[in-house]
Nanobody, 122 residues
Framework: QVQLVESGGGLVQPGDSLRLSCAAS????????MGWFRQAPGKEREFVAA????????RYADSVKGRFTISGDNAKNTVYLQMNSVKPEDTAVYYC???????????????WGQGTQVTVSS
C-alpha cells in the first residue's frame, strides 16, 4: 500500500512564501504522476499542480501559475509545492496524491495523503 504524508502547512500572511512536502513510501515514485490538490471550506477539491514521473513535465492550475512550483526529489521519494506570493484565496487543506493519469481530476489519482492546512490571513 502506498502512503503519502504531507507537511509544511501553517498560517502565513498574504505575499509570504511556504513550501509543502509530501513524503512517499515505497520504490514507486518515478512510476507515478504526483499531484497537489486543495479543498477550501464549502468547495470541491480542486487541482493545483502535477509532476510527471520522470520529473520533466509540470502542469498547473491557472489560479497558481507563476506563483507555485512543483518539484520532486526521487532520492528522497518526496514531492514539494513551493508557494510564493500567497493570497487569502489560497487558504485550503492541501493534499498530495499519486496516480497514473495526467488528467487534472481527483478521480484520476489512486493514493492520497491526509492533507495539511494552509491559512493565508493578515
Amino acid at each position: 500500500q502506498v502512503q503519502l504524508v504531507e507537511s509544511g502547512g501553517g498560517l502565513v500572511q498574504p505575499g509570504d512564501s511556504l513550501r509543502l512536502s509530501c513524503a512517499a513510501s515505497g520504490r514507486f515514485f518515478s512510476s507515478y504522476v504526483m499531484g497537489w490538490f486543495r479543498q477550501a471550506p464549502g468547495k470541491e477539491r480542486e487541482f493545483v499542480a502535477a509532476l510527471s514521473g520522470d520529473g520533466r513535465t509540470t502542469r498547473y492550475a491557472d489560479s497558481v501559475k507563476g506563483r507555485f512550483t512543483i518539484s520532486g526529489d526521487n532520492a528522497k521519494n518526496t514531492v514539494y509545492l513551493q508557494m510564493n506570493s500567497v493570497k487569502p484565496e489560497d487558504t485550503a487543506v492541501y493534499y498530495c496524491a499519486a496516480g497514473r493519469s495526467w488528467q487534472p481530476l481527483s478521480n484520476a489519482y489512486d493514493f492520497w495523503g491526509q492533507g495539511t492546512q494552509v491559512t493565508v490571513s493578515s
